[in-house]
């Protein structure tokens, strides 16, 4: 664990040491080792996973997610040189602080092994990600977007806090490692409903849930590529990891207490795939999506079944990587036009063609394009879903249909038809931004060949 | 009846608003109890003038799809078409910088507002041809709801046409293209004029055109005062100041010839706010040119002209502002109500202002005699010497006639072939143009306002065909030139 710790602490005083050449190089170098390394967490021989110490352990559920936040680093890293290329050189150090910051939160939150510690973690990477969407945003929405974000997060997470510490005194402990062993008494009354949804609504409004969900378009829109890339990719699965986790202390009344969070869900991601079909923003298309998916992600959490466990995992990772690569897709739009206006980037398959073979490997992972490890996930929580009711299944169905039809729409309005007069002279796509692709981009496919590794804890 | 019915029956209770305002309660007129506070607070805490949270609300946003520069009727038009065929609501964010909130030396306001369709070139025809269409039924274009109609003052008194024996034949050539693009057109021999209108005396007559429908006069401000309400209840922005930079991209390229081209984009638009040092960077993709007579100036802060001449990199746009004077006068025993808007083969021309026997009427003078344009002051002797001795002879009542008033309004002229230029710039690729109609502007500035829109949206003129009005045609040479200018 001090591997992956103390090397990214270190990222801090490699920032400010950098001479204004190296900045960049450096960084994204030494993270990049950093998640390389972080790629030998993959292997867990035992169920128990990995203990380091009283405070840190990691297993098969928070494995793939800390690779997954460690390989974000130098990708967030690569996408963000553009826009802060004509910032002060302080600035830039401090916005990569900043990043490294979030860093460090979001390891030591999926490898705490004390609810509390993931708690203090959970909250302590709101205020990284408001500082990026405050400061480095672009428009005067950002000022709202940041006060939705911060204040949707904290009154869902207050009455978790109270939860946790009434169970903390109930049980004498919050590790990981007892809670299957230590289940508290709870009687099914309305305070136990009560405990159920306090624990519940932090995680909800993170994944987020679709009648709280406001804040992630605000939050995704506004925010600078990597704030998005962060937001999309990581800050999300903290929500679908604490379910998981948590769930664990609720042990019998998590199957009658879900029934609104499931509902909401399976319509939630309907509505939110339609509303997909009406956005003229792109990255307000790109964030619908997202809470359509980790809706999804939403439902099979709450079925505790070993396969819903399987697909949230699967989908998490999957959804990571592909939301985190739509983003930076969109951005390398918006770096040219300086608009995020969809119709007025069209028809860029003329113009820039091996970007545009990167937005249909995107665009066909993000409508669960087989064999790769989305449509696994899917599948799992279809599947999942069904054992449940039958009657889900036609709403899953036509999430499925939906989600494709706004994939394919992003695509074909995007890539194909009649440029615009206005685009011709764009920067062709440097060599970086090819990169940043690939590197999201082999990663699912490296995955869907071997996908045991991602499949969580009950594989 | 619903509503009265609801509004007596709850005058006290929900529905005092109207069935379709929306109160925000305690967040009503934030901006004004801000305000309040933070005077009350200056009376117990006096300190300096910095405070954390300024209001900004009088600068432009930050970052807008399309920056419109100009906010005259073609810029309003333009945003207005713009809103009105993107394909999904709110797709675009447009913004309108006007630097004179009052419009006091805008070409719009100070125009006569004619509208004809004897033109010669069949893209004027139709542009003149649509905008009638869109004025008759303007309120069926620009109505907005709970808010009055407009009365646009429509009066269709048609324009006549003077030619003498050498332009007789031009003018017969032109009626035909007229009528072939469905403008309703009589030609007139000096006879049937002088049958037809006995006010007029026709020696040195040819030949006379006569618009028996859809032509005749308007009121400007009130097509301006439509676009903008209407545009702004669509949720364009607006801002008042002046654009002072444009910063763009440039890509350097080298042509097959071994000539150095730069391709630039304009990413940056800096606005300087009204009476003050505030300059405000508005982020955008898109720029529109409709800046009227001082289109040009505009045009060179994005680098288009400067450049060795004869190349494309130096070919300037040539449009300038060119003063024009109109006078009002009194005459009680003048033509009367049927008076069209009579153009003489001197360039003289007048018309019928209201029903007080009030006529106004000048004329455009010769190139060597333009004058300055620095500011609007009306030079009389113009009168006294080009236009009165004109008409006077043409129409012997006007002999006697006492001058009431007068003003001077700009024509954004294109020097080149004193036709509009609508289209993108080759170079700076997503600068369009909308200006240089030299005079015919307001009346084309619906079907302006549309091609611009359609060529920004879909890429490429649907309604009407303004290709032979690019930019291009200023490098090429190729004129495309207008034989009815007034």
């Known amino acids: 664990m001090l591997k992956i710790l103390t090397s990214t602490f270190m990222l801090i005083p490699l920032t400010w040491y950098s001479k204004k050449p190296w900045l960049w190089l450096n960084t994204t170098m030494h993270s990049f080792i950093i998640s390389i390394w972080s790629l030998t967490l993959l292997y867990h ?73 993931f708690y203090i973690l959970f909250e302590t990477t709101l205020i990284p990600t408001l500082i990026i969407i405050t400061r480095w945003g672009s428009q005067n929405e950002r000022l709202n977007a940041g006060l939705y974000f911060l204040f949707y997060t904290l009154m869902g997470s207050l009455p978790l806090l109270v939860a946790l510490l009434y169970l903390h005194n109930n049980l004498g402990s919050l590790h990981m490692l007892t809670m299957t062993l230590v289940a508290p008494t709870l009687d099914s009354s309305m305070s136990t409903s009560l405990l159920w949804y306090a624990c519940m609504m932090a995680f909800m409004v993170k994944m987020p849930l679709y009648g709280l969900h406001l804040w992630l378009p605000k939050a995704h829109v506004e925010a600078p590529i990597a704030g998005s890339m962060v937001l999309a990719a990581i ?50 298309l790109i964030a619908y999506s997202s809470i359509s998916h980790m809706g999804l992600v939403i439902i099979a959490a709450l079925m505790q079944s070993p396969m819903g466990f399987m697909g949230a995992t699967v989908l998490m990772v999957a959804h990571g990587l592909t939301s985190s690569m739509l983003f930076c897709l969109a951005n390398t739009n918006y770096e040219r036009t300086h608009s995020r206006t969809l119709i007025l980037t069209r028809g860029l398959q003329m113009i820039l063609p091996l970007m545009c073979a990167w937005w249909l490997l995107a665009s066909l992972a993000n409508l669960a394009q087989p064999p790769s490890i989305n449509l696994l996930g899917e599948l799992l929580v279809i599947m999942t879903s069904f054992s449940w009711s039958n009657f889900s299944l036609i709403l899953l169905g036509t999430n499925t249909v939906i989600t494709a039809v706004y994939s394919l729409y992003m695509l074909i309005t995007s890539q194909r038809g009649k440029f615009t007069d206005h685009i011709y002279p764009i920067k062709p796509t440097l060599t970086r931004e090819h990169m940043l692709m690939t590197l999201h981009l082999l990663p699912l496919l490296i995955i869907s060949t071997c996908p045991k590794f991602i499949l969580g804890v009950t594989y | 009846m619903i509503r009265r019915a609801l509004q007596v029956g709850f005058s006290r209770g929900l529905l005092t608003r109207g069935l379709r305002t929306r109160s925000g309660g305690p967040f009503n007129d934030r901006d004004g109890k801000w305000a309040e506070f933070k005077k009350k607070l200056q009376v117990f805490w006096p300190g300096g003038s910095w405070e954390p949270f300024t209001d900004t609300s009088h600068l432009p946003p930050e970052h807008a799809d399309v920056v419109i520069v100009g906010g005259g009727v073609i810029g309003w038009s333009v945003a207005y078409w713009l809103k009105r065929l993107e394909a999904r609501k709110n797709a675009l964010r447009v913004l309108v910088v006007e630097q004179d909130p009052t419009y006091s030396m805008a070409s719009t306001g100070l125009s006569i507002g004619g509208i004809r369709q004897q033109f010669s070139l069949p893209q004027n025809i139709q542009l003149s041809l649509f905008s009638i269409e869109f004025l008759r039924n303007i309120n069926e274009y620009l109505a907005v709801p709970d808010e009055p109609l407009l009365d646009i003052q429509f009066n269709p008194s048609g324009y006549l046409l003077l030619a003498s024996e050498e332009k007789a034949a031009v003018m017969e050539h032109n009626v035909k293209i007229q009528r072939q693009e469905g403008a309703k057109v009589c030609l007139l021999s000096p006879k049937q004029l002088k049958d037809k209108f006995p006010w007029i005396n026709t020696e040195g007559i040819a030949l006379a055109s006569y618009g028996l429908e859809n032509e005749g006069w308007f009121d400007p401000w009130c097509l ?30 080298m042509t097959s010839s071994g000539e150095q081209v730069d391709l630039k984009r304009i990413y940056e638009v800096h606005v300087k706010v009204d009476n003050s040092l505030e300059c405000q960077p508005v982020e955008c993709a898109i720029v529109i040119n409709a800046a009227g007579a001082w289109s040009g100036e505009v045009a060179e802060l994005a680098g288009i002209g400067i450049g060795s001449p004869g190349t494309l990199q130096g070919t300037r746009l040539p449009v300038e502002p060119r003063k024009r004077y109109v006078y009002v006068w009194h005459c009680p025993e003048g033509p009367g109500l049927e008076a069209p808007l009579l153009t003489d083969i001197t360039g003289s021309y007048f018309r019928r202002e209201g029903l007080g026997g009030y006529y106004l009427g000048g004329c455009s003078p010769m190139e060597e005699e333009e004058p300055d344009t620095k500011d609007l002051e009306v030079d009389h002797d113009f009168f006294q010497k080009k236009v009165w001795p004109y008409l006077a002879q043409r129409i012997p009542a006007f002999n006697s006639l006492k001058v009431r008033s007068a003003w001077a309004g700009f024509y954004d002229y294109n020097t080149f072939d004193q036709n509009g230029i609508v289209g993108p710039h080759p170079l700076v690729s997503n600068m369009y143009f909308a200006t240089g109609f030299s005079g015919h502007g307001l009346q084309h500035a619906p079907g302006v306002g549309r091609a611009v829109a359609e060529v920004l949206l879909n890429g490429n003129f649907n309604t009407i065909d303004l290709n032979p009005f690019s930019f291009n045609r200023f490098y090429r040479g190729k004129k495309v030139l207008e034989n009815n200018i007034i």
């Open chain 1, 45 to 117: 021989d035992s169920d128990l996973g990995y203990n380091y110490n009283n405070y840190f352990s990691l297993d098969s559920l928070s494995g793939p997610l800390l690779i997954l936040s460690c390989w974000l680093l130098p990708l967030m890293i690569i996408a963000s040189q553009n826009h802060l290329a004509h910032e002060p050189l302080v600035r830039k150090k401090i916005y990569l602080t900043t990043l490294i910051i979030l860093q460090l939160s979001l390891i030591m939150a999926f490898t705490a092994s004390e609810l509390i510690m």
């Open chain 1, 235 to 284: 800050l999300l699965k903290l929500g679908g990891y604490g379910i998981m986790r948590i769930t664990a202390f609720t042990e019998p009344f998590t199957s009658t207490l879900c029934y609104p969070f499931m509902i909401l869900s399976l319509w939630g991601m309907i509505m939110t795939s339609s509303i997909c079909l009406r956005q003229t923003d792109l990255k307000s």
């Open chain 2, 224 to 253: 301006l005062q439509g676009l903008r309400r209407k545009a702004l209840s669509m949720g364009v922005y607006h801002s008042h100041g002046k654009v002072v930079n444009l910063v763009s991209s440039v890509r350097s390229m």
